[in-house]
């Protein structure tokens, strides 16, 4: 219990270092929990660089299913460590937002703090 307080506590000072500009890549230990497909988007989700966006389509081919984009949009809706597992830097192929867990307001401005550039 106490490792995991630890844990905590080292996971919300990176957020806050992020929220500053000051953190561009997380490195606290996490254990995701879902299929085994959404741990795989979800990894190759945490290999977006920083400041960069790609589609849901782009995502879907990292994985090597390139028809599975809606499927990938779901299992980025269903991450449990947004912001830490940056799903908000995966956009429409028209350039638009898509959807986020927190809201397009939360994506958007993610985004911003980053300096995101679109597609």
């Given at each position: 219990?106490?490792?995991?307080?630890?844990?905590?506590?080292?996971?919300?000072?990176?957020?806050?270092?992020?929220?500053a500009?000051?953190?561009?890549?997380?490195?606290?230990?996490?254990?995701l929990i879902?299929?085994d497909?959404q741990k795989?988007?979800?990894g190759?989700?945490?290999?977006?660089?920083?400041g960069?966006?790609i589609?849901?389509?782009?995502l879907?081919k990292r994985?090597?299913?390139?028809?599975?984009?809606?499927a990938?949009?779901?299992?980025?809706?269903?991450?449990?460590?947004?912001?830490?597992?940056?799903?908000?830097r995966?956009?429409?192929?028209?350039?638009?937002l898509g959807?986020?867990?927190?809201?397009?307001?939360i994506?958007e401005?993610l985004?911003?703090?980053?300096g995101?550039?679109?597609?």
């Open positions: 219990m106490v490792e995991s307080k630890k844990e905590n506590k080292e996971a919300i000072e990176q957020i806050r270092l992020y929220l500009r000051r953190l561009k890549k997380f490195d606290v230990p996490i254990d879902g299929t497909f795989f988007v979800w190759e989700t945490m290999k977006i660089p920083y960069e966006t589609t849901y389509s782009e879907a994985i090597h299913n390139p028809k599975a984009y809606r990938v949009g779901n299992a980025l809706g269903a991450n449990p460590l947004p912001i830490i597992v940056p799903c908000h995966v956009i429409a192929s028209d350039g638009s959807g986020y867990s927190g809201g397009i307001k994506k401005f985004l911003g703090l980053e995101a550039k679109s597609v």
